[in-house]
């Protein structure tokens, strides 16, 4: 382990004790376990701490987060902390069983106007379940595909936050971002590797296909994000418009043939995201939704070479939640993508719909949780059902029991991992 950084930790822990008006800790200990049951073997036996420090610094207040995790399995991390990552925001120690990390650091500070959090952060855009829209601030690790919860699948960045009173009923918030890291994608041939045709090459016979090194971003100013979301509240409506300039997460896969070899160069380039959601409730029922329009996107071709276009995409989402029932919560939600232009070249559908169902409901006093979530392709036919029990059995203690299935066609989203069905046992642990 980098005992520096522990060092480090403990000092900064040691002064604020000394220095600070009051200090708080805490953290949370989970334990997940999950067996393939197609294949039959332990896909993850992971333990995971998170510490969290809280402490009055100067006139605002700090908040430290560090994660230790040790999994026993090597499925899920074939390789160490990948290149994805910039270097202001990698583990300080990391290989395939452990890793050790500064999950957030930030600084609040509430001024007359403007409320401040400077530091590495995370920051939600958009509230739609299962699948992302506007929520694009931060990268996320695609080690287990959608599977993990999106707060721990998020990336936190290095930023500068301010959110500014405009009006009344109305805040601006301001981000720039010159943390550079990406998506972390799933590595090669580990269980949630993407194999999809609407995403990666396809190998043909006697021709191979050999990945390149990436051309990530790395220059501060010149590659840095910027976004703005304006948000107002009028008759009942909770409305904001965005905008964020950034580079897209994805990589673009070009190829180019090389003798027998197809070589394919992992290129980030840069998107003008402009959009906006809306949400009011009505009753027992609430109406929510999320529009984007990028630029600057690519698709995979029919071509062979480059084996991409650019085309610029809608995207849209509306949910309707119902909580008209005692101590239930359901959720139906409409996803669609629509590019624009070229789709006479692009292996998809112009158009693609996503449907989604949540449903929750507690039992035994609320120390009982069910919830099930159901996303289906209707263009290509395949999806996955998560349904998962949660048992309150101390009150900082839960109990998990989940089951991830994926089925449908194998060249679909959530098809491509019809082997990779499991089930998972874990427990949360609050730490006071």
């Not at 993850?44 to 399995?73: K, M, P, V």
């Not at 993990?148 to 936190?156: H, M, N, S, T, V």
């Not at 990406?182 to 050999?210: C, F, K, M, N, R």
């Not at 197809?262 to 929510?288: C, M, P």
């Amino acid at each position: 382990m980098n005992k520096q950084y522990y060092l480090s930790f403990a000092m900064l822990c040691v002064h604020l004790s000394s220095t600070a008006q009051a200090v708080e800790l805490g953290g949370v200990l989970k334990n997940q376990n999950s067996y393939n049951i197609v294949d039959h073997d332990w896909q993850r036996q992971d333990w995971q701490l998170d510490l969290e420090l809280n402490s009055a610094l100067g006139e605002g207040e700090l908040t430290a987060i560090t994660r230790f995790s040790f999994d026993i399995e090597t499925q899920l991390n074939t390789s160490n902390t990948p290149d994805t990552f910039s270097s202001v925001a990698r583990s300080r120690f990391s290989d395939k069983h452990n890793q050790a990390s500064l999950r957030e650091l930030y600084w609040d500070y509430q001024g007359d106007m403007i409320y401040w959090r400077l530091g590495k952060q995370q920051v939600v855009w958009g509230e739609a379940d299962g699948l992302k829209l506007l929520d694009v601030i931060n990268p996320q690790s695609y080690r287990e595909f959608i599977l993990d919860d999106f707060d721990d699948a998020r990336i936190p960045l290095w930023m500068v936050n301010a959110e500014v009173n405009v009006g009344d009923d109305s805040l601006l918030q301001i981000l720039w971002i010159p943390d550079t890291t990406t998506h972390d994608l799933a590595p090669e041939h580990s269980p949630y590797w993407l194999t999809s045709e609407l995403i990666v090459p396809q190998p043909v016979d006697g021709i191979s296909v050999e990945f390149g090194e990436r051309n990530a971003p790395s220059k501060l100013i010149e590659d840095s994000d910027f976004g703005l979301r304006l948000s107002h509240v009028w008759r009942g409506w909770d409305m904001t418009a965005n905008y964020l300039y950034h580079t897209i997460d994805d990589p673009v896969l070009n190829a180019s043939l090389s003798g027998a070899t197809v070589k394919i160069e992992q290129d980030y380039k840069r998107s003008h995201l402009i959009g906006g959601s809306a949400s009011n409730a009505f009753g027992d029922w609430t109406l929510r939704t999320e529009l984007a329009y990028e630029t600057n996107r690519y698709h995979r071709s029919n071509n062979a070479l480059p084996g991409v276009v650019q085309a610029n995409q809608w995207g849209s989402v509306v949910g309707l939640d119902f909580q008209g029932f005692s101590d239930q919560f359901i959720s139906i939600q409409w996803f669609q993508t629509r590019i624009v232009g070229h789709t006479n070249e692009i292996i998809k559908s112009a158009t693609e719909d996503t449907a989604s169902l949540l449903w929750e409901a507690s039992f035994l006093n609320d120390t009982l949780t069910f919830s099930w979530l159901n996303l289906y392709s209707i263009d290509h036919h395949d999806g996955v059902s998560r349904p998962k029990i949660r048992y309150n059995f101390l009150s900082n203690l839960d109990l998990t029991l989940s089951y991830d299935r994926f089925y449908g066609n194998q060249n679909g989203l959530f098809g491509q991992f019809d082997q990779r069905d499991r089930l998972s046992i874990g427990f949360e642990w609050g730490i006071n």
